[in-house]
């Protein structure tokens, strides 16, 4: 048995300068991730997904929706999917995490699985709650799954897919909007394709059609 499954970034949302650790703060899309989502739904509405899940958070739901042509009553929030729990670090500058909570922003770059900020997670943490949510969803799946999560979730079970350290996740590229194929074939699940991209030149369409195999295809 084989099965995709969409595995999205939501659209963009308002960054403020200087920039700020945004995880669990419940932000919706801008404008330009709301034409996002929408010219992605345009790309991707021949598949007839059998299941939509999301973050319960608004700029995933909002994604979920507007791609999938779905009302919001409709798609499955799923918490393990919310973004990393930042913490006593939500909303602050690196300038203030650094004056508040001296040392420790070094501390996190040197051990990005396992540092934890004040009452926050660690992305090993992340890992131990949205990565097994992921391969029980994918087991139950009837058919073509949309997913819509965030970059540190994202990259994350990308990782462990690929079975990289959680130290090189920020290598990961995960634009607004991007998506990432997995297939789930008989007792396993691999990464096909990641942060694919729609351009003039090059429609998302044609990209996954040219990724899949033809058996594959005609789950499309």
Known sequence: MQNLIYLLRHGEIDKPVPRRFLGQTDLPLNDN????????????????????????????????????G????????LAALKEINLGAWEGLTVA??????????????MDLENFRPAEGESFGDLAARCYPALLTLAAKAPGPVLIVAHAGVNRVILSRLQHQPLQRLL????????V???????????????????TNDNRLETQIKNI????????L
């Open 212 to 219: 899949l195999s033809p058996e594959v295809n005609r789950y």
């Open 180 to 198: 990432n194929l997995l297939l789930r074939t008989s007792g396993s699940l691999r990464l096909v394709a990641c942060n694919l991209q729609s």
């Open 33 to 68: 991730g709301i034409r996002q989502a929408l010219a992605l739904g345009e790309q991707l509405k021949s598949i007839e997904f059998k299941q939509v899940c999301c973050s319960p958070l608004q700029r995933a739901v909002q994604t979920a929706s507007l791609v999938s």
């Open 70 to 77: 779905r009302n919001p009553d409709a798609i499955e929030p």
């Open 96 to 109: 203030e995490v650094c004056a508040r909570f001296p040392g420790t922003y070094e501390q996190r770059g």
């Open 171 to 178: 290598e990961i590229p995960q634009a607004y909007c991007g």
